[in-house]
Structure formats: C-alpha cells, structure tokens
C-alpha cells in the first residue's frame, strides 16, 4: 500500500552504507499541520538514494511511500519498527498549500439554460 504526502524538505543525510549488499539514506519533511508543524523522516534505499540529488531544503515535495512494520526479538524482548519507505520524490504542485489534496477544475455543466425543457419536473 502507498501513500502521497507533500512538504517542504526541511533536512536530508548523507548515504549511509549499512552492509555489502544494502544502503540507505534519511531526509526528513516539513508538514504542516494545523496549529502544529509535523517532521517525518523517510528513508531511501538501495538504488533510491539519488532521488534527493537534485533537491535543495525548503523545496516543495511531493513523496510517494510504502509504511512498513516489522517486528525484533532480542533476548527475549519484542520491539516493534516503522519505516516511511519513499519511493518516489517529486516537485510538488504548486496549486495549493502543502498537504493539501491538489486542485481540481469544475466538473463541466450539461445544463444548457437556452434549451425549452418540457419535462413535468
């Protein structure tokens, strides 16, 4: 399942190589959210590290991302992990404020008022 979410990127990190096979790399978004500010980390991985290159803090983004759970048992101890998996950035629209759902044009009226309707209602 993914989910769109725009804001302002707000920080981004160097890569970061956890092993041979796997790297990743964390930026985090500036929602707004009301009253409040919102700062999400997502992570980038693998090939999608580079997706942030061509961005600057305090563009405008709009994020595609998986939300991913798993859980880890150490001695005994069960925690549980979310990760914001993005997989696409992309600048955002500028129709609206961030976070907001992108603007639509009217839907097109078929009600042509100079036409003589003799329909009883």
């Not at 981004?12 to 980390?41: A, C, H, M, N």
């Not at 993005?86 to 009217?106: C, D, L, Y």
Request: aromatic content about 14%.
């Amino acid at each position: 399942m993914s989910f769109d979410i725009q804001g302002k990127l707000y920080e981004s990190f160097e890569e970061q190589q956890i092993s041979d096979k796997f790297k990743k790399r964390e930026f985090v978004l500036e929602i707004p959210d009301g009253s409040y500010t919102q700062y999400v980390k997502f992570q980038l991985t693998q090939d999608k590290c580079n997706l942030l290159d061509q961005f600057k803090s305090g563009d405008e983004l709009k994020v595609t991302f998986n939300l991913t759970g798993k859980p880890f048992t150490k001695n005994g101890q069960t925690m549980y992990f979310t990760n914001l998996q993005a997989w696409r950035v992309e600048p955002a629209a500028s129709n609206g404020p961030a976070g907001a759902p992108p603007q639509s044009e009217p839907a097109p009226s078929f009600y042509n008022s100079d036409v003589d309707n003799d329909l009883p209602f």
